[in-house]
């Protein structure tokens, strides 16, 4: 069992940025941590994914060269750094693991409950 919690939502401007932040408790050991939005209107997305602790990042086009992912190991934290912000960006964005390497949303058995993104323009 993986336990995920997400903080660092928030109302921006467009152009701004939010850390988001997803605290892992539990078997996290060999887990594969992503973030996922659910956009009004859309289901829910791949944003982001790595291995926890580190390692190769994939990114969804639309965040790429504007989001990235870091880890605090100490914290057992992982971070999704968000840049310069667009309010398609807008959305209830979701920590999710899985024990292997996927973007597919079907794939993740563990979630947390989610922080709600809001960028004006």
């Known amino acids: 069992q993986v336990q995920l919690a997400e903080s660092g939502g928030g109302l921006v401007q467009a152009g701004n940025s939010l850390r988001l932040s997803c605290a892992a408790s539990?078997?996290?050991?060999?887990?594969?941590l992503a973030w996922f939005r659910q956009t009004p209107g859309k289901g829910r997305e791949f944003v982001a994914a790595e291995w926890f602790g580190g390692g190769a990042s994939k990114f969804a086009d639309s965040v790429q060269g504007r989001f990235t992912l870091s880890t605090d190991n100490a914290k057992r934290t992982m971070y999704l750094q968000m840049n310069n912000l667009r309010p398609e960006d807008t959305g209830v964005y979701y920590c999710?693991?899985?024990?292997?390497?996927?973007?597919?949303?079907?794939?993740?058995?563990?979630w947390g409950q989610g922080t709600q993104v809001t960028v004006s323009s």
């Open positions: 999710a693991a899985v024990p292997r390497s996927s973007v597919e949303l079907a794939s993740y058995l563990y």
């Open positions: 539990g078997r996290t050991f060999h887990s594969y």
